[in-house]
């Protein structure tokens, strides 16, 4: 089993790399919509893996910055978009990753949450902290309602190969261990909110609430019946961070 919280090689092969075209395109065209050009050109992806949001905002002439903490993904991404800036490095360390601000940031497919309580308002704190006055951030995480009553085992298939998949909620940390077979497991460990108070939580950092949706969907409002929501914060005018 790999370290909590690290995607494996077998993972990337897996789930990363055969997601289908048309589930980029929609949450594309969600981040286009929420950061609408040209207000938003500089946009820092965190998280960003092997780039497919890098990629398909840079055809958009978004001017894209990606943080990767694995360096083989990140190698993957600088060598599939040479001309845009891929950094190396943890996401809880922005503040030495990075200097200048950005018009948005993006934090896609559950990558929030990973730290303590504490960890993860420092994180808020620092993606406030490396947008402009007025500057929005996008969170895509899961839904702590949804988990309430999904919980437990279940296989997921993924061509001819069978995953299976345990979940377990403890009070607001969601567990998951996904068992590929042949003793190869992955461990992942989230802090998970209700959609009221990640935007609490976000408050203190000086971000305030603009969207709360799910499926990449402003019309779906996020709910119980949604594993995952999204939300859009912007940075206030005023705030000294």
């Known amino acids: 089993m790999t370290i909590p919280n690290t995607y494996s090689a077998t993972w990337h092969t897996v789930f990363g790399a055969t997601l289908p075209e048309e589930t980029t395109a929609r949450e594309i065209e ?12 500089t946009v820092l992806d965190v998280c960003c893996g092997s780039g497919r949001h890098l990629a398909g905002l ?8 990606g943080v990767e903490r694995d360096p083989d993904i990140a190698q993957t991404a600088r060598e599939a978009m040479p001309t845009v ?13 990075l200097t200048g601000r950005f018009d948005g940031l993006v934090c896609l497919w559950a ?22 006055p007025g500057g929005r951030l996008v ?19 993924r061509g001819s190969r069978p995953i299976v998949e345990h979940t377990r909620l403890d009070g607001n ?22 959609p009221d108070e990640l935007v609490r939580v976000a408050r203190s950092a000086g971000l305030s609430s603009m ?31």
């Open 85 to 97: 800036r891929v950094i190396e490095g943890d996401a809880n360390r922005l503040s030495e990753l």
């Open 30 to 41: 969600f981040l286009a919509r929420t950061l609408p050009l040209p207000a938003y050109r």
């Open 211 to 241: 969207l709360v949706c799910a499926g990449f969907d402003e019309t779906v409002p996020a709910s119980s019946e949604h594993a995952r929501m999204q939300l859009v914060f912007e940075r206030g005018q005023t705030r000294g961070v």
């Open 111 to 132: 990558s929030f949450g990973y730290g303590t309580p504490q960890q993860n308002v420092q994180l808020l704190e620092s993606m406030a902290a490396i947008l402009r």
């Open 173 to 194: 940390r969601l567990s998951s261990t996904l068992d590929y077979g042949f003793g190869v497991a992955d461990l992942f460990s989230w802090q998970v909110f209700t």
């Open 58 to 65: 840079s055809a958009l002439s978004y001017d894209m910055t």
């Open 139 to 157: 969170l895509d995480v899961y839904n702590r309602g949804f988990f309430d009553t999904h919980t437990g085992m279940r296989t997921i298939e």
